[in-house]
C-alpha cells in the first residue's frame, strides 16, 4: 500500500514537473547564466573551471553545471537539459520526504507531507526552474533522511555516511550544503533526554566527516592540483574567490541582497511556503501541544528554526535560501495532521485561497481581454500584441472556469482536493499555455540577429553583457569581463574597435558612456528593459585613455542560432 501512495503521488509530481519541458528556452536572471556555461563546458571541454564567455566563473561551484551538461550531451536539447536536474531532484526529495515519514510515523503522514511540499509554490517554482537551489534541497533532505533514518529509526550507519557524502555534494553544488550538520545537537540532546543512543552514537560516527571531505574533494581535489600545477593568475584568484569571497565573506559580508533580519521570516516564507505557514499559524495551539507529546517534531521544527535563523544573521539574504528547510518544515506539519487534523480557520484559509486565485483569474482574463494599457505596454515589443493580449484573456478565462468548476464539484469533500486541483490547473495553464506566449518577450533573439544583421559579416563585441545575450548570438561575441566597471569595457571596446577594421560594439542607451559618440550610433531595438545601440568605428571618439588593464574575451556561438558557423579571426 504504501509503494502504490508513492508511485502515485510521484505519478502526479512528474505531471506537473515535466509538463511544458522543451517549450520554452533559459530565462533570466539565473537560467541563461548557467545553461551557457553548461553550452561552453560541452564546446571547450573544459569541465574543472566553470567559464562564460571565455572568462571564468568563480560564483558557484561546478556540480549544477556538470548535470544540465551531461543533460544536454544525452537529449541535444538545451530547453530540456537546463529543466532536468531541477525535475529528477524534486521526485527524489519527494520520495525522501514521504518515505521518512512513513518510516517515522505511518503513510499518511509521508503521502500528506509530500503532497504538501509538492503544492508549496517555493517548491514548485524551482522544481520548474534551472536553478541550483532545488539539486541543493535534495542533497540537503537526503543527509536529512540519512540521519534521521539512523538516529531515529536506527541504528543504519549505511545511512549515516550516506548522509555525510549528500552534505558533501550539497556542499560542491552550493556552499551551504552543510546545513543537516545542524540536525546534529538537536539528535544529541533529543537521546540524552531520552537516555537512548548507545547503538547510534558510538566511535564510528566520528568517520562522517571524512566520508564529507572525500565527496568534495571529488571536484575539490583536482581542482587544486591543476591551479598547483598551474600558477595561471586567473585560476589562482578562482580559487581564492570561490573558496573564500563566496563562502565565508559573502556570509559575513555580502555585498548584494541586502534585507533587514526579519525579511525570510515575514516576506518570504508566510507566502512562499503557503498554504503550510497559513495553516500552521491557524493551528498553532495544536502545533505546539503535538511537538510537545512527540519530541521528534519538536525537533524538526527547532531544526528548520535554526536554519531560517542561520541566514537571518546575514545581511544579504534572498528567499530561495530557506527552500532546503521546507521539506522538513512539512514533514513536521504533516505529524502534527496525524493527531490534529486541520481546524475550521484551517479549511476556511485553505478555502479562502481557492477562491482568491479563481477571481484572480477572472480579473488578468477581463484586463487581457480589454487590452489594459499597463499590459499593452509589456507587449508592445511582439509583432502582434493585441492577439497575444487576446490570447492571454481566453487562457486565463479557460483557467478560471476550471477552477471555479473544480470547486464546486469539490465543495463537499476536503478542501484540500480544491486546492490539489487549483495548483495542477495554475501549473498546467502556465507550462503549457502561457511560457510560450512568453518566450519572445524574455529572449533577445531578435535583438541579436538584428545586431549581427547590422554588422554585415564582422564581429561584433558587447558592454554590459548578460549571458542570455550570449545564448542568443548567431556569432561569437567579444566581451570585456562581467567584473569590470562600465568605464572598463568602454576603454577597452575603443581599443579593440580601433584595432582592425569591420568591427562593431553593441551596448544599452545610457546617459554616461566613454570613448564614443551616442550621435552616431544606429539603434539596434529593445530587450530586456533596455534600448540598445551598435557603435562603428566611425563612432569612436579620438583620443581616448586606454585601459589599464586590457580585458576581452570571445564567447562560443549560441546554442540557438539557425544561420551557418563561420569563425571569425582571434
Known amino acids: 500500500m504504501p509503494t502504490l501512495m508513492l508511485a502515485a503521488v510521484l505519478a502526479l509530481a512528474a505531471i506537473l514537473l515535466f509538463a511544458g519541458m522543451g517549450l520554452r528556452s533559459p530565462w533570466p536572471p539565473d537560467e541563461p547564466r548557467f545553461a551557457y556555461i553548461a553550452h561552453e563546458m560541452l564546446h571547450t571541454g573544459q569541465w574543472l ?10 560564483d558557484k561551484p561546478p556540480l549544477f553545471m556538470w548535470a544540465i551538461a551531461t543533460g544536454l550531451k544525452l537529449t541535444g536539447n538545451l530547453n530540456i537539459a537546463m529543466l532536468l536536474p531541477s525535475a529528477i531532484a524534486s521526485l527524489i526529495t519527494l520520495a525522501a520526504v514521504f518515505d521518512i515519514g512513513r518510516r517515522l510515523w505511518d503513510g499518511d503522514v509521508g503521502r500528506n507531507a509530500a503532497l504538501l511540499l509538492l503544492f508549496t509554490p517555493q517548491f514548485l517554482i524551482q522544481a520548474k526552474f534551472a536553478q541550483i537551489d532545488a539539486l541543493l ?56 533526554v531520552n537516555g537512548t543512543g548507545k547503538t547510534t552514537w558510538t566511535r564510528r560516527t566520528w568517520f ?32 581564492n574567490n570561490i573558496l573564500f569571497k563566496q563562502t565565508g565573506e559573502r556570509y559575513t559580508n555580502p555585498w548584494g541582497h541586502i534585507k533587514p533580519w526579519y525579511y525570510l521570516w515575514l516576506n518570504v516564507i508566510p507566502l512562499f511556503w503557503a498554504p503550510g505557514s497559513l495553516l500552521l499559524l ?99 515589443v511582439l509583432a502582434q500584441p493585441e492577439q497575444t493580449a487576446t490570447r492571454v484573456g481566453v487562457i486565463a478565462a479557460c483557467a478560471c472556469a476550471i477552477l471555479a468548476g473544480s470547486q464546486w464539484f469539490t465543495r463537499r469533500y476536503s478542501p484540500w482536493i480544491a486546492y490539489g486541483a487549483t495548483v495542477t490547473t495554475l501549473v498546467l495553464t502556465q507550462s503549457l ?138
Not at 161 to 172: E, Q, V
Not at 214 to 222: D, H, M, N, T
Not at 299 to 304: K, S
Open 137 to 192: 534541497t535534495c542533497f540537503t533532505t537526503l543527509a536529512c533522511y540519512g540521519l534521521l533514518r539512523h538516529f531515529l529509526c536506527g541504528p543504519a550507519w549505511r545511512w549515516y555516511f550516506a548522509a555525510w557524502f549528500f552534505m558533501g555534494l550539497g556542499i560542491i553544488t552550493k556552499g551551504v550544503g552543510f546545513l543537516p550538520l545542524l540536525l546534529l545537537p538537536l539528535l544529541g540532546a533529543l537521546h540524552y
Open 433 to 570: 499555455a502561457v511560457n510560450p506566449l512568453l518566450e519572445p518577450l524574455r529572449t533577445p533573439a531578435s535583438l541579436m540577429q538584428s545586431a549581427v544583421g547590422m554588422a554585415n559579416g564582422g564581429e561584433l563585441a558587447i558592454i554590459d553583457s548578460k549571458e542570455h545575450y550570449l545564448l542568443f548570438s548567431p556569432i561569437p561575441l567579444v566581451h570585456f569581463g562581467y567584473f569590470s566597471t562600465d568605464a572598463t569595457q568602454y576603454r577597452n571596446a575603443w581599443q579593440w574597435i580601433n584595432e582592425r577594421e569591420d568591427r562593431y560594439v553593441m551596448a544599452p542607451e545610457r546617459s554616461e558612456i566613454e570613448c564614443f559618440d551616442p550621435a552616431l550610433a544606429e539603434a539596434v531595438g529593445y530587450a530586456h528593459r533596455q534600448h540598445w545601440l551598435l557603435y562603428s568605428r566611425e563612432s569612436a571618439l579620438p583620443g581616448c585613455a586606454a585601459p589599464d588593464v586590457l580585458r576581452r574575451f570571445r564567447s562560443v556561438r549560441g546554442p540557438y542560432s539557425k544561420s551557418p558557423q563561420r569563425s571569425l579571426p582571434d
Open 282 to 380: 491557524t493551528g498553532l495551539p495544536a502545533v505546539i501541544q503535538r511537538s510537545m507529546q512527540d519530541k521528534r517534531i519538536l525537533l524538526l521544527f527547532l531544526w528548520v528554526a535554526v536554519v531560517v535563523t542561520f541566514f537571518s544573521l546575514s545581511a544579504g539574504k534572498r528567499g530561495v535560501y530557506v527552500l532546503p528547510a521546507l521539506p522538513i518544515f512539512c514533514l513536521a506539519l504533516s505529524a502534527v495532521w496525524r493527531v490534529h487534523p486541520l481546524s475550521l480557520a484551517g479549511r476556511t484559509v485553505l478555502r479562502l485561497l481557492v477562491v482568491g486565485v479563481t477571481v484572480l483569474s477572472g480579473i488578468v482574463a477581463i484586463l487581457a481581454i480589454m487590452h489594459h494599457p499597463a499590459l499593452m505596454r509589456h507587449l508592445q
Open 49 to 58: 573551471f566553470p567559464a562564460r564567455g571565455g572568462e571564468l566563473y568563480p
Open 208 to 239: 562522517g566527516p571524512l566520508v564529507l571531505l572525500a565527496a568534495v574533494a571529488l571536484w575539490l581535489g583536482p581542482m587544486l592540483w591543476q591551479v598547483a600545477l598551474h600558477p595561471d593568475p586567473e585560476l589562482t584568484a578562482y580559487r
